[in-house]
């Protein structure tokens, strides 16, 4: 099901906590949507899952605005979207089973009919014989795996992460997203995905939208948006990225004035030396390593180019010439 | 001396033992029909609460009234309350003496109890499960049956421990205007007939059903808790 957001508006008081959005989120993708905190992203998620309406604009589901419905309607559309939480928000009055079948207990749904439904989606995520588990006994992983299955009991259309992994470690963090990406692909969902970790886009997302003091900053493609960001925000998260990468090999701490990424095919060429021979530069590599972004190779190489800053500027002007994206660190940002 | 020999009294113990009999038929009955009368309205206290109280149908001025009529109800002191609403036990038990008679102001004085009682608890829900709730298209009804009173039980459970031991002690008080009970007993033998010993054991009678409720509700509690 595909999502579009129209001039978007919601105010706090003077705040734009949401500031005239305007967005389509494809169907059958999963969908990032990434910002710092108070960029208001937990606000557009609860706008565009109907939790909260909108000052202004429009939210629509394919052809369906859903802003603007009545008490019955919004409780009948809400019953086909899925969503989890940071904090999992399971039931603990109800064991793991229990939860699951929640959503189709409210929606009346047939009792033989939950019990085969739970099972099924027990196995799905990974948690077979585990219904009469009680939610305390439960890891933070298998937690948000209940809270996928119960998200999904219902075969929703579509799928709202709001910082789901965000409480997990970095290897629960890649298990979860993995099921997410899986099952995305099995149900033909469309999965939005809100977070402030630039590795759930890199390891999840189709498309990302950057979200910056209520605006979409920058959106398009994951291995786009890495290979050439446009904004100091997407900078910021990618550096922060960079510097955390295991694949990552780092010569000395300090250093490391420009930040190189080679996509695909300019990953295969000796670009380095043959500009270095053409613009009489020096490159002093820092650190390297490859990224890899939805499949796609990316080379990243932290340097500094000398000797002089006009060599430099020139080698710059090369190496974007030939596709590689060049990133200059400000002087006080190290 | 005189106070060991009554204390052997055949007949004390029948007077302790009807007495015992007429507290805990009171204290059952107000408990139940306090409930009846207090879970609605903490339920209604809740939901209608602001935003960040974690109501589910804010009413500010709805809320703000109820709230007022229940402290109203709650800062009278129950031996007048119990004299105001004589006519109504009247009206619905025939008398406005007797065990029976007092049920009806027992349950109505502990009704706003149990009522604050039941929207603390529910306070203490998770709000973030409520959200989940409400973003699965669960009814209004449904987050209340279904997730708020099932997420709160624990500490209903010590809510209704504490109502049953605070209509323990009003029962007592219910036998100034003649409800039996060992509130009674211990006024009309132990204070008005100077006979200690009928005091004395109504005291320990009271004492040693407070502890046991309050043994069963903590073990009630711990069961549920455990359980999660």
Redesign the interface.
């Known amino acids: 099901m595909e999502i579009r957001l129209r001039n978007l508006r919601r105010n706090y008081g003077s705040l734009h906590a949401v500031d005239d959005v305007s967005l389509t989120i494809p169907s059958n993708t999963v969908y990032g949507i990434i910002g710092k905190s108070g960029a208001g992203k937990s606000t557009l998620v609860r706008l565009v899952s109907m939790l909260e309406k909108p000052d202004q604009g429009e939210v629509y589901y394919d052809d369906k605005r859903v802003d603007n419905l009545s008490k019955e309607e919004l409780i009948n559309e809400r019953r086909h979207i899925g969503m989890i939480f940071q904090t999992f928000n399971l039931f603990s009055s109800r064991n793991a089973g229990e939860n699951i079948a929640y959503p189709m207990e409210i929606c009346h749904m047939d009792k033989d009919y939950i019990k085969k439904r739970t099972e099924e989606l027990l196995a799905l995520v990974g948690l077979e014989g585990r219904g009469k588990a009680p939610i305390s006994t439960l890891s933070g992983g298998q937690k948000q795996r209940v809270a996928i299955a119960r998200a999904l009991a219902t075969n929703p259309s579509i799928l709202f992460c709001d910082e789901a992994t965000s409480a997990l470690d970095p290897q629960t963090t890649r298990s979860i997203l993995s099921l997410i990406k899986e099952i995305q692909k099995k149900m033909n969902l469309t999965v939005v995905m809100i977070t402030h970790q630039m590795e759930v886009v890199r390891d999840a997302c189709d498309r990302v939208a950057v979200l910056d003091a209520g605006h979409i900053v920058e959106e398009g493609l994951v291995s786009d948006i890495f290979s050439s960001p446009q904004t100091d925000v997407t900078k910021d998260f990618l550096s922060s990225l960079t510097n955390v990468r295991e694949s990552m090999v780092r010569w000395s701490k300090d250093g490391g004035h420009y930040t190189l990424r080679f996509r695909g095919s300019t990953t295969d060429e000796p670009i380095i030396s043959s500009i270095s021979s053409v613009a009489g530069a020096v490159f002093n590599i820092r650190a390297a390593g490859v990224q890899v972004v939805n499949g796609e190779e990316m080379g990243v190489l932290v340097a500094d180019i000398g000797p002089d800053e006009a060599s430099a500027e020139k080698a710059v002007k090369m190496l974007k010439e030939r596709g590689v994206s060049v990133e200059e660190e400000s002087k006080e940002g190290m | 001396m005189e106070a060991l020999q009554s204390l052997l009294d055949a007949r004390m113990w029948s007077l302790v033992g009807t007495s015992t009999w007429q507290t805990v038929v009171m204290v059952f009955l107000s408990t139940i029909f306090s409930m009846i009368l207090g879970l609605p309205i903490g339920v209604l206290l809740h939901v209608t609460s602001s935003e960040e109280q974690g109501g589910i149908i804010p009413r500010p001025v709805f809320y703000s009234i109820l709230s007022r009529i229940v402290n109203i109800l709650r800062s009278f002191p129950f031996i007048i309350l119990m004299i105001v609403l004589m006519p109504l036990s009247r009206l619905i038990i025939g008398t406005s003496i007797g065990t029976m008679a007092t049920v009806i102001p027992l349950s109505i004085a502990a009704a706003p109890f149990v009522a604050r009682v039941i929207e603390s608890s529910l306070k203490e829900v998770?709000p973030?499960?409520v959200?989940?709730?409400?973003?699965?298209?669960?009814?209004n009804w449904?987050i209340i049956y279904?997730?708020l009173l099932?997420?709160a039980?624990p500490s209903l459970a010590s809510g209704v421990t504490l109502t049953i031991i605070n209509l323990i002690g009003y029962s007592a008080m219910a036998g100034a205007i003649g409800g039996g009970g060992l509130g009674d007993l211990a006024i009309r033998y132990g204070y008005q007939r100077f006979s200690p010993a009928y005091m004395f054991v109504a005291v320990v009678v009271i004492i040693i059903m407070v502890e046991l409720i309050q043994f069963i509700g903590d073990r009630i509690t711990a069961r549920l808790i455990a359980?999660?």
Do not use: F, H, I, L
């Open positions: 998770d973030g499960v959200q989940a709730a409400k973003a699965m298209g669960s009814t449904q279904k997730v099932p997420e039980m359980k999660r």
